[in-house]
Every structure is written in C-alpha cells, then in structure tokens.
C-alpha cells in the first residue's frame, strides 16, 4: 500500500517530516476522534497535515471526504448532510457549531476537530463499503455530486504513475493545486511518496492563490528556492507562469516535469512553455477514473495528444466517445451505480499511434443551422493561440457559423477583434467560422459560478450570469 512506504518526506512552511513522522502524526489525528465516527471531513489549508488525515482514513478504514476551502456556506452545508460527514476537521472553528458538529475541544496545531452528538454517531451509520474517499466535482448544476473512490483505484493510478516517471529521477515536488482536487492527490502526493521523494506542501497563499487571483511571481520564486523538479499546472495558471518568465527573462531549470490538465491545454502554449525551457507535458482524467487516464511523458510525447493510456488503463472508442473500463465500476453518492465495465466518460475523441486526444465534451457540441456538429473547444484553442484572450467560449444561435465570447485585459477595437477572429478563422474550415464576437473584461472564476474546481467553462452558467443572447451579440458583434 502507498501509506507503508517508508523512504519519503514532505516539506511545508513550519516543519520537514520524514514518512515515520507523517505516520505518527496520523496516529494523532486517530487517537481524537471518536471510534464511532467513519466520515471524517477536511477543509484545512495545503499542509502536511492533510497528507497526514488522508493516511489516518486509510490505515483505519474511514472515508475522507475533502471540503474545497471555495466553498461557499450553502454547498459546504450540502456536502457536508450528502456525504454523511460525522466528524470534520477544521482551521475556522465557528463552523463546528454552525454545522451542527459537538468541539471535541482537541486541537493539532490550528486543526480543530469536531463531531456529531453521540447518539447521532450511533446511529447515523452510513453503508460505505470499500470507499476511502468521495470527491465531490463540480456539475452542471449549482451542486456538486460526490464519486465513491476505494484506495486501490487511486493506488493503482499513482503506481502508474511512479512507473511512468522513475527514469526521470524527479525527488522534489511542489503540491500547487489544492489537495480538494483529486487531482493533487493522487498524482502529486501518492505519486511522490511511491517514487521516494519530497513533497514541498505551502498554504495556497504562499504558492500564489489569493481568492479568484493567482500570483504567478510567488509560485516561481518558491520553484526557485526550493529548487522544484516537478508540478500540477491547470492551463491558465501555465499562461500565466509562461507570459512572466517571458517577460522576466527567467530560467526555471531544476523542472523535469510539469503535467498540465484539467481543460484543453492550446497546442501554442505547450510550444511557448518548452521554447522557455519548461518540461510541460499535457495529460487527461476524469474524477470518475480517479483522476489520470492519459499523460505524454519526456519518453513518449506528441503536442496535441493527451499522451499514452496508462498502463492499467484499458481505452476504446465508440461512435467517436472516449470509454474508460472501470474493473471495480463506478458509485456515485446516493446515486446511482454503475457495474464494472466500460465507462461512457462524455468525452469525444481518438486513438492514434497509442496516442489519445481529445477532441471536446460531447453534451458541449453546437450544431449550426446547417447541420454541422463542431466540438466547441476546437476554435475556443485557436482564439487562446492570440495573446490578448485570456479566455474563450465559443457558441452557436442556431445560425451556419459560430460566435465567441472572450475575456481579454481591456475591451478591443473592432478591428482588434476581427483581428482575432481572422487568425483563428485562417485555421478553420468555413462551416466553422466565427463570425461574431463580445469581449469581457471580467475573467470567469469558480467563485462566481462560471468555471469549475478544474478551470472548465460552465457553459450554461456563463450564458445566464453574463444575460448574452442572440440580441446583445447582434448589438455589440462586428
């Protein structure tokens, strides 16, 4: 199991801890919470301590289910009667008694625990065989739906993983995304404990994250100190990283490798980052698969793919859709089960020399009113290749070609906009033109509502939050 190895460190801003030390401050954490309590839910800052947590939930068999410091108080309060949560863990100890949970008046440094009364403990027994952790991703709703992950489809993802990645000697990773995503967990923690190296964990703020804001200066200069050897970017915070070394004229060269993921990362800005020095390798996953499917690697890369399939992961292609076998199936919480076997992921896509891409969301297809389905993250990669748009969407009113809605620093000219759209337009074929455009200058965000955990557009939400319709386009397009 990944938590018995024993030849790893992890590094965050009050203390350097050995493996033996992660495992005694695990027992700690267990020692307070009452033998009755099996959900434990944490919403505490990127530290060592939740590397800790997640090995208590483990090695005594509870179910750790991950609050996203974004959170607001309706969907913490949703997360928390969905999931079932008996005990919760927290820095802000108002929400003990705002959620109903009993101050078990014991702390772990600024970590203060609380649980349910106990004859709700005593009761309220939630029937979670076999389930180490539940994720909860963003839907297309206003909440999120939580997916039942045993430990060994995450172990066996991070194995790959740490199989993938040993000849490239990486021993020092830095956790830059909050460990709420999946993502982080698995691929960065796990991993780096099965290869043997250090994790260097600082709070979200010390990385650079201030609210909707990223600082990409603080993220670099800890690169820097640290000598950081790998990272989990999302596309726009890569941008950001490439656009200051650019202007900066710095070298990051202790990175070995930088996995980008989350969204559709522009092939441009993959060539921009490896032009910079930097080892920027896309990959793809789903939550439901426990995060990774597909990575490029130094050894195996093409630009444009999402890499090879691991190798415990079996892939296939139907009616243009990306099919994931999931040997132990799939549980979403109080929702339904699917029984082990191929897993219709959503995504639309090819194989091609072992290489996966990745073509778009299926349910995000637009159909132009002379019939022609385009997946809308292909001109939306084009219009990232200019360096004024910040962010893309591209939509269909039922017409024979597409508009757009981009967020850019500051409103452009409309010959700055045709500009553009002509440059992406050059690399489209003519069914799939954009021919109108409304730029914005507020950038969507998970905290109003218009982007997932992962940097996704909420496509729907975007549409109502901003009130664009077929009129205001017309109004405002050039």
């Not at 018995?4 to 965050?12: K, L």
């Not at 596309?235 to 980008?260: G, R, T, W």
């Not at 989350?262 to 441009?268: E, I, Q």
Request: charged fraction near 20%; hydrophobic fraction near 40%.
């Amino acid at each position: 199991m990944i938590v018995d190895q024993n030849h790893y460190s992890i590094v965050d801003e009050n203390h350097t801890y050995h493996s033996s030390e992660i495992h005694r401050l695990a027992r700690q954490y267990q020692q307070l919470i009452p033998a009755h309590a099996k959900v434990i839910g944490v919403q505490i800052d990127n530290k060592a301590d939740w590397v800790a947590i997640d090995i208590m939930c483990i090695k005594s068999n509870r179910v750790l289910v991950p609050i996203p410091n974004f959170f607001n108080s309706e969907q913490i309060k949703y997360l928390i009667d969905e999931a079932g949560i008996q005990t919760l863990i927290t820095e802000d100890k108002s929400l003990l008694k705002r959620y109903g949970f009993m101050d078990n008046r014991d702390a772990i440094d600024d970590n203060f625990i609380g649980s349910l009364p106990v004859n709700l403990l005593l009761h309220k027994k939630p029937s979670l065989h076999n389930v180490q952790k539940i994720t909860f991703t963003s839907g297309s709703t206003g909440f999120p739906k939580g997916i039942c992950l045993s430990s060994s489809a995450q172990e066996e993802v991070a194995k790959d993983l740490a199989q993938l990645l040993n000849s490239m000697g990486i021993q020092r990773h830095m956790s830059l995304l909050p460990f709420s995503i999946l993502l982080e967990n698995v691929a960065g923690t796990y991993t780096s404990m099965l290869l043997g190296g250090t994790n260097f964990i600082f709070s979200l703020k010390s990385v650079g994250f201030d609210g909707v804001k990223f600082d990409e200066s603080k993220c670099i200069q800890l690169i820097q100190e640290h000598k950081i050897e790998s990272l989990i970017l999302l596309p726009q915070l890569l941008q950001q990283i490439v656009s200051y070394i650019k202007k900066h004229h710095i070298v990051l060269d202790s990175l070995k490798f930088i996995a980008v993921g989350g969204a559709k990362v522009p092939v441009n800005l993959i060539e921009q980052g490896r032009a910079l020095g930097l080892p920027v390798y896309e990959g793809y996953g789903l939550s439901e698969c426990s995060s990774v499917v597909a990575v490029n690697t130094q050894s195996s890369n093409r630009v444009g793919s999402v890499g090879n399939i691991l190798p415990s992961r079996q892939v296939r292609i139907l009616d243009d859709e990306i099919e994931v076998y999931l040997h132990e199936g799939l549980r979403y919480l109080k929702g339904e089960s699917i029984a082990p076997g191929w897993y219709k992921t959503g995504d639309l896509g090819y194989i091609q020399d072992d290489f996966l891409y990745v073509n778009g969301r299926k349910k995000n297809l637009v159909i132009t009113s002379v019939g022609r389905n385009i997946s809308p993250e292909w001109p939306e990669a084009l219009l990232l290749e200019d360096p004024r748009v910040l962010q893309a969407m591209v939509t269909c009113f039922d017409e024979p070609y597409l508009s757009c809605i981009i967020v850019c620093e500051k409103d452009l000219s409309i010959d700055e906009k045709n500009s553009i759209m002509n440059r992406a337009n050059k690399k489209l074929p003519s069914y799939a033109r954009i021919d109108r455009c409304v730029v914005l200058t507020q950038p969507f965000s998970y905290q109003d509502g218009t982007l997932t955990a992962n940097g996704r557009l909420k496509r729907n939400v975007i549409m109502e939050k901003i009130n664009v319709n077929e009129h205001q386009l017309e109004s405002e397009c050039v």
